[in-house]
């Protein structure tokens, strides 16, 4: 028996109620446009249309699995960060809120500055980058990862954003000397794996079961990959370029030491939409 959207919605939503709370509402117009086809302004204008038994088998399977844990970007596929749409995949982390902050930082000292040089290490999906790409129009961008999945997800999103000559995405490992054919920087920007071994055996499922752990796990105290990129990065930073960082919880103290102690000055720290500090900012010398 067929059914309208709205009552597709009511369904989808009272499913996820438990599991997703406040963001079940949104969570359910999502699921129901993407098993649709339609936006979500769509969706919403032709709620008291009836929509076909392959639409609401289509949507059960979403909700489904959203009910197992799985993400609602990696079911969707896509997700929005900062202005611009990007491709997710679980070879990459999902662009959260929380990295605006470190965006933030970076684009604060840029900005104004005549065709700045970037490099996203880290990179993922791309998303600090291509964000600071879309913002500056004469930014050139360089996106880095050790992961090949990832890379292949941040490439198609420089053409899924039309910024393909202004930037590039290779092939690094955080851990090992910068290359010199980057090129010397205005900023580098970096997310890295900051879960320490012992919080990665308590990541809640949606995380644990279906982010990339290559992403995540920062060894034993977190800090390794803060340590390599200060180590191994700083060289390719122009006098009074900048090092930004993402961290986790708890962790601004350690990463600012860590700057400090590779010859960064000016630190500034950032906090994200919730008054969590989340980033740090330092000039080399």
Same mark, same amino acid.
């Given at each position: 028996?067929?059914?309208?959207? !709205? ?6 939503? @009272?499913? /996820?109620?438990? !599991? ?8 359910? &117009? ?30 059960? $399977?979403?909700?489904?699995?959203? =009910?197992?844990?799985?993400? =609602? *970007?990696? #079911? ?48 993922? !999906? ?5 964000? #600071?790409?879309?913002?500056? *129009? %004469? ?6 990862? #050790? $992961? @090949? ?11 899924? =954003? ?34 320490? !071994?012992?919080?990665?055996? @308590? ?12 992403? =995540?796990?920062?060894?034993? %105290? ?14 390719? /930073? $122009? ?9 986790? /919880? ?8 860590? /700057? ?6 000016? #630190? ?9 500090? &989340? ?7």
């Amino acid at each position: 028996m067929v059914k309208k959207y !709205s009552d597709l919605y009511l369904q989808a939503r @009272r499913a /996820l109620l438990p !599991s997703e709370g406040e963001n079940a509402s949104m969570a359910a &117009r999502e699921l129901l446009a993407f098993a649709s086809g339609k936006s979500v302004t769509a969706v919403l204008a032709d709620s008291n249309l009836y929509a076909s038994e392959q639409i609401e088998e289509k949507l059960s $399977s979403y909700v489904n699995r959203m =009910l197992a844990h799985e993400p =609602l *970007p990696y #079911i969707l596929g896509q997700w929005d960060f900062y202005g611009i749409s990007l491709e997710v995949t679980p070879d990459v982390l999902i662009p959260r809120d929380d990295t605006m902050a470190v965006t933030d930082l970076a684009l604060d000292i840029l900005r104004g500055r005549e065709a700045p040089r970037v490099l996203d290490l880290c990179c993922g !999906s791309g998303c600090i980058g291509l964000a #600071i790409a879309h913002q500056l *129009p %004469d930014a050139h961008v360089t996106l880095a990862d #050790i $992961s @090949r999945p990832a890379l292949a997800v941040a490439k198609r999103n420089i053409k899924r =954003l039309k910024l393909m000559n202004r930037v590039t995405a290779v092939g690094l490992d955080a851990r090992k000397r910068g290359l010199s054919f980057v090129g010397t920087l205005d900023a580098l920007v970096c997310n890295p794996p900051y879960v320490t !071994s012992e919080e990665m055996t @308590r990541l809640e499922p949606s995380v644990k079961e279906y982010e990339p752990a290559l992403a =995540l796990d920062g060894g034993k %105290d977190g800090l390794a990959f803060y340590r390599a990129v200060a180590e191994n990065f700083t060289h390719l /930073l $122009s006098d009074g370029g900048y090092l930004c960082f993402e961290f986790g /919880l708890g962790q601004h103290m350690a990463v600012s030491m860590i /700057l400090q102690e590779y010859g960064y000055t000016d #630190i500034v720290l950032r906090k994200d939409l919730r008054g969590v500090v &989340r980033a740090v900012r330092g000039k080399k010398k």
